[in-house]
């Protein structure tokens, strides 16, 4: 790949914890619509079979002809899997139950671990004109997850703030590691965002204290609060920030996105 195509691919980040509720969707979709908000073009990437991702963006269950799945095993182009979400900016790959067969159906191809990485490649993707791609991960460290490591340039990991939320960033880790060097020479930790924060709560505080410590500056300024708009949002199916614009999990995901950007300075501001 030449330096001038580098510059053009957009940044392709992998929001992922091997845990399961911890904020990854959450974080995908209202990172993605505070990056849209602030005029970029963002494809947010649905790897979770369990889809609620798509969900959470208005995807309903009929609209998701194609599908993660069928652009992994090669049976749909890139232009084919895209959809728009009706969050101005943001556009998706939806997902679908059929994911979570993908793991043995992939097994004997070579290339298994680089299908998403090749198929955020193709020619097409340029139409878009997109400048960042989120991957919401599904709660494993499987064959999904490393594909979504080879495809990204970074790795944002959400962590809940509660007892034993770091034992689980050690292996995940060791996965980083492992990927960088058998396939993604580059992968680098974006950060980690503290999630579900109760500021009231001591051992909240602990397991931030904990992290900065232990992870120093991989862990975000910003902390995104225990919000109860942020839960209710998916049911209306909006990202918080539209659905209560003011709310505190609305501003927090702002100022997360205003912090990703900072650490991002070579993608100018779009239109
Ligand atoms: P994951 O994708 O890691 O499994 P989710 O993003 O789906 O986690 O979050 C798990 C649950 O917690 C969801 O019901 C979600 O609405 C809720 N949730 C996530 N973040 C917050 C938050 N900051 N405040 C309140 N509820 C949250
Ligand atoms: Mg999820």
Do not use: W
């Not at 004997?108 to 020619?123: C, I, M, T, V």
């Amino acid at each position: 790949m030449s330096d001038l195509n580098t510059l053009a691919t957009p940044k392709i980040i992998a929001i992922a914890n091997q845990k399961g509720g911890v904020g990854k969707t959450t974080t995908a979709i209202n990172l993605s619509a505070a990056l849209a908000e602030e005029g970029y073009n963002v494809l947010l990437v649905d790897l979770d079979p369990q889809g609620n991702a798509s969900t959470g963006l208005g995807i309903e269950r009929g609209s998701r002809v194609v599908t993660a799945y069928d652009l992994l095993l090669e049976e749909a182009t890139l232009e084919e899997a895209v959809q728009p979400t009706e969050v101005d900016g943001v556009f998706i790959i939806p997902a679908t139950t059929d994911l979570s067969s993908a793991d043995i159906e992939l097994i004997s191809n070579e290339k298994r671990s680089f299908l998403l990485h090749d198929a955020l490649r193709q020619p097409a993707i340029e139409k878009y004109a997109l400048d960042y791609i989120l991957i919401d991960c599904p709660p494993s460290l499987n064959l999904l997850t490393v594909n979504a490591m080879v495809a990204a340039h970074s790795v944002l990991v959400p962590l809940q703030s509660e007892f034993y939320a770091l034992e689980g960033v050690s292996q995940l880790m060791l996965t980083i590691r492992e990927v960088r060097q058998t396939a993604n020479a580059n992968l680098r930790i974006e950060g980690i965002i503290l999630t579900m924060y109760d500021g009231r709560n001591n051992l909240a505080q602990q397991v931030e204290a904990d992290a900065r410590t232990n992870l120093g500056d991989l862990v975000f300024d910003t902390v995104i609060p225990r919000n109860v708009r942020i839960s209710e949002a998916p049911s209306y199916a909006l990202p918080v920030i539209e659905y209560d614009t003011t709310s505190r999990g609305s501003k927090a995901y702002r100022a997360l996105a205003q912090e990703l950007m900072k650490r991002q300075p070579e993608i100018a501001k779009a239109g």
